[in-house]
């Protein structure tokens, strides 16, 4: 693994579960971390784990996954966490904030996996 992205990912993927086992142990975070960097986080690290599948599966070092592909996934995770979830379970509530983290994280993904053609 080489480029900024896998170190982008092992990063996000130690911080959001450290946030995570944080608040089960309800550890008191700034609420911008208890509220937002998760949500910020999940889309590349999704993505990066379908990169490398896809990647992996296509034989193809230098498969990106299109925007458009990117912009879907952000839109069906926008469409699930953020409309449909909170309507039937109390414990997810929508929030404008994070669809549009959504969707930036979705675009730092597109560019860091410009600069990474192989992983």
Not at 56 to 64: A, L
Not at 77 to 86: F, K, N, Q
Request: glycine share 4%; aromatic share 16%.
């Amino acid at each position: 693994m080489r480029g900024v992205l896998p170190v982008y990912f092992i990063l996000s993927l130690i911080t959001g579960t450290s946030v995570y086992i944080a608040q089960k142990l309800h550890v008191k975070l700034p609420d911008i971390v208890q509220f937002y960097l998760n949500d910020f986080l999940i889309i590349p690290i999704l993505l990066t784990v379908s990169l490398v599948v896809l990647r992996w599966s296509k034989g193809n070092k230098g498969y990106e996954i299109p925007i458009w592909i990117i912009l879907y996934i952000c839109s069906m995770y926008a469409l699930l966490y953020e409309y449909v979830l909170p309507k039937i379970n109390i414990r997810y509530t929508a929030d404008v904030i994070d669809v549009v983290l959504y969707f930036v994280s979705g675009f730092v993904f597109f560019i860091l996996q410009k600069n990474n053609k192989s992983l």
